[in-house]
């Protein structure tokens, strides 16, 4: 098959976004063998040793089959599958992720960008000193995202969201420990956070940003659209100050103020090293496992990753809205997690309760579950017209 151009590559398997420059160039050298796009042979392997398809082996083996007799998926596959291989995690989560067409190929095709890096992840783990024990309780993400997958449309398979998740672990850049997960991650462009050097207060400020006339959250998100009052927010810094809006009690100050470098340090800023935590379902959350595991994590990354400075803790989720506080009340543990994070509020759609505490998003909000009393305190939130937003926030201990 002569080398189509990549717009005609990438329409024909349903992208329709553009692809990322380091792909193009990529593609202009790339010279593909004649070897099948999907290793067989791995996915029995993968199977038999870690079974990691599980109950959907079979759908994954026959959509590989059908790939391979393909000619433009699988050179597709093979294009994106050495990128991601020979890329950063940063980069191969660049990969352009077409919307499944409907089909049991278009359901499973970002898997096989995956498939060939799983190998190498496995040494890359046991190189870093984790136990065989250790990375045998992170390969189940595979399985997993398939599951969920399935749960939010009714078909099994790899959506752009669980392939950027489980880039994760095909580069060996995600561990856990006390139930919880720690990604090697860089801050993104949106905040940083001072620390005073002598009490240790922490302080989050925007980096940048146009915000609703209340400081509450981003101008023009769902219930903050009017836009009188409102402002905008940038940061500067020479070398005796910080200058910036500090966000206090969860509200972003319209005020830029002045921090002295004597008394306020950068704990981390924009496009700096972190580890970013995630909760898997069921973990326990209390704010003595929190501490107790991010204390493990800071000790883990300095033993297996100590090219990155990764002692700052970083979380983004809707489970960190002060909101929750409200509905959930003092005693709730995610009252205590949320507490125990200094919070900057993030430009959100308020949509990240579905697919974790709803199993998929529903039109008419009258028409969600009401099984757990999360899910029943949510559900009225959202029918009295409010909303869960993700918050942004880093550790404070």
Known sequence: ME???LKVLAAGVGVTSDCPEALKQFYGEFSPDSTPACDLQLIDRLQTQYNLFGEFCDLVKQAAKEINEDALRSLWIKLCGAFA???TSEQAKTVPVPVSDGTLVGDFLPLYILLPQIPGSI???RSRGFSQEEINKLLPEYLSGMRVVKRQTGRPGINSVYYNWLTNFAKAMIFTTDGLQFE?????QSNLWLKNRFSGELLALPAAGHFHASGKHHCGMYGYEDTEGSFK???????QNFYGH???DNVVSAQKQTFSKEIWECVVRPGGECLNFHIPEGADIS???????CANARKIAARSYPEHNNQVIYGVSWILDPALEKILGEKSKITGLIRSFCLCPCRDAGMGVFSFVFPRYCEDFHDLPENTSLQRKIKQLYLEGGRIYAYSGIFKI
């Open 184 to 188: 090697i991650f860089h801050l993104p």
């Open 246 to 248: 500090s966000v206090a």
């Open 85 to 87: 291989l020979n890329s």
């Open 287 to 293: 704010v003595e496992n929190l501490a107790l595991a």
């Open 123 to 125: 040494e890359t783990y």
């Open 3 to 5: 080398k189509p151009d």
């Open 233 to 239: 927010v940038s940061f500067e810094e020479d070398e």
